[in-house]
């Protein structure tokens, strides 16, 4: 059978494996699915819902039957009632970004975010700490103005159209070559910010060996990453040109070597901060119904990744 895989670079791991070649080889019939040209549909404001472009996919014809996101697209797939199964999660990346604002500013804390600008890509991780700061300070998501800055973050910030901002690496090394910013909430501290893999319920159940043989391949694929980091950095540089954009090398592999690499089972306390998340996102008005985040865990696929780390170790 042809299997689907959605990819793009946000996902470090899958968007290596899309260029080295070793799914292949237990999968020849692999097909990559950029998710960068599918249709992305209406996307909701910020101030009243979630994306769920990422779910969508998953369950459409011509779409793809595995993705790896950030933390926060499996809650909202649960949230539209997609019957959606954990695949793994990475070590934390709290490493990867923070909320900053410009050097000068009058922000000084949280809660001075009250009524201001507030940068974020709409959907991701950049959402979940946005409303778990908030949250620690005693404001909630209407307190804010949140902007779904998209692929135009970085200018926005530099150009003062946003007031603070979620930024990540490595956009932020783009910022901090350019103006001094001040940090006003680390990730670390806040929440672990892991990279998760996730998967259709019909699919795992009714295509097990295929499922493990990607989750080999993305072990296998992770190991050369952490080996080869300048290597790996190439691919993420090169598609960027061949987009008609630019990339810094030098950014990309410290980005890439500041990063948790390996598919590691979900555990209760990846649960626990998952559930947390998806209880403030209802709260907020952000999803149309409670989830429990629980149903998406499907033990065999934790037996298989706990596997892979074991022949790996």
């Known amino acids: 059978m042809t299997v689907r895989v959605g990819y793009f670079p946000h996902n470090n791991s899958l968007f290596v494996l899309r260029h080295t070649g070793i799914l292949e080889r237990a999968l020849p019939d692999v097909t990559w699915v950029d998710l960068?040209?599918?249709?992305?549909?209406e996307q909701p404001d910020p101030r009243s819902g979630l994306p769920t472009v990422h779910s969508d996919q998953l369950f459409a014809d011509g779409g793809y039957d595995v993705i790896?996101?950030?933390?926060?697209?499996?809650?909202?797939?649960?949230?539209?009632?997609?019957?959606?199964?954990?695949?793994?999660?990475?070590?934390?990346?709290?490493e990867n970004g923070r909320l900053v604002v410009p050097a000068d500013s009058p922000i000084k804390e949280v809660a001075d975010l009250r009524g201001k600008r507030v940068?974020?890509?709409h959907?991701?991780?950049?959402?979940?700490?946005?409303?778990?700061?908030?949250?620690?300070?005693?404001?909630?998501?209407?307190?804010?103005?949140p902007v779904n800055t998209g692929a135009d973050a970085a200018t926005l910030f530099l150009e003062g159209g946003i007031d603070a901002w979620t930024?990540?690496?490595?956009?932020?090394?783009?910022?901090?070559?350019?103006?001094?910013?001040?940090?006003?909430?680390?990730?670390?501290?806040?929440?672990?910010?892991?990279?998760?893999?996730?998967?259709r319920r019909d699919f795992a159940e009714n295509?097990?060996?295929?499922?493990?043989?990607?989750?080999?391949?993305?072990?296998?694929?992770d190991r050369w990453i952490v080996a080869n980091p300048r290597e790996a950095a190439r691919f993420?540089?090169?598609?960027?040109?061949?987009?008609?954009?630019?990339?810094?090398?030098?950014?990309?592999?410290?980005?890439?070597?500041?990063?948790?690499?390996?598919?590691n089972p979900v555990d209760e306390a990846f649960l626990a901060e998952q559930q947390h998340a998806a209880d403030l996102f209802t709260a907020n008005g952000l999803l149309p119904r409670p989830v429990t985040v629980r149903d998406a865990?499907?033990?065999?696929?934790?037996?298989?990744?706990?596997?892979?780390?074991?022949?790996?170790a």
Do not use: C, K, M, N
Not at 69 to 94: K, M, Q
Not at 125 to 141: I, N, P
Not at 175 to 189: F, H, I, K, S, Y
Not at 249 to 259: N, T
């Open 36 to 41: 960068r040209t599918l249709p992305q549909g």
């Open 68 to 94: 790896g996101t950030g933390f926060t697209p499996p809650i909202t797939a649960l949230g539209a009632g997609r019957d959606v199964v954990y695949i793994g999660v990475s070590g934390p990346r709290t």
């Open 119 to 121: 940068g974020i890509a």
């Open 123 to 145: 959907g991701s991780w950049q959402t979940t700490l946005l409303l778990f700061a908030l949250d620690r300070a005693g404001l909630t998501w209407d307190d804010v103005e």
């Open 167 to 199: 930024g990540s690496y490595p956009d932020l090394d783009r910022v901090e070559a350019q103006a001094p910013v001040r940090t006003l909430v680390e990730t670390e501290g806040l929440f672990s910010h892991p990279s998760l893999w996730f998967t």
């Open 207 to 221: 295509h097990r060996a295929e499922l493990t043989a990607i989750i080999e391949a993305l072990q296998e694929s």
């Open 236 to 263: 993420f540089v090169d598609d960027a040109v061949a987009r008609g954009g630019q990339a810094d090398l030098d950014s990309w592999e410290r980005a890439l070597r500041g990063r948790p690499f390996g598919v």
């Open 297 to 312: 865990v499907l033990p065999w696929v934790d037996e298989v990744v706990a596997g892979t780390l074991a022949a790996r």
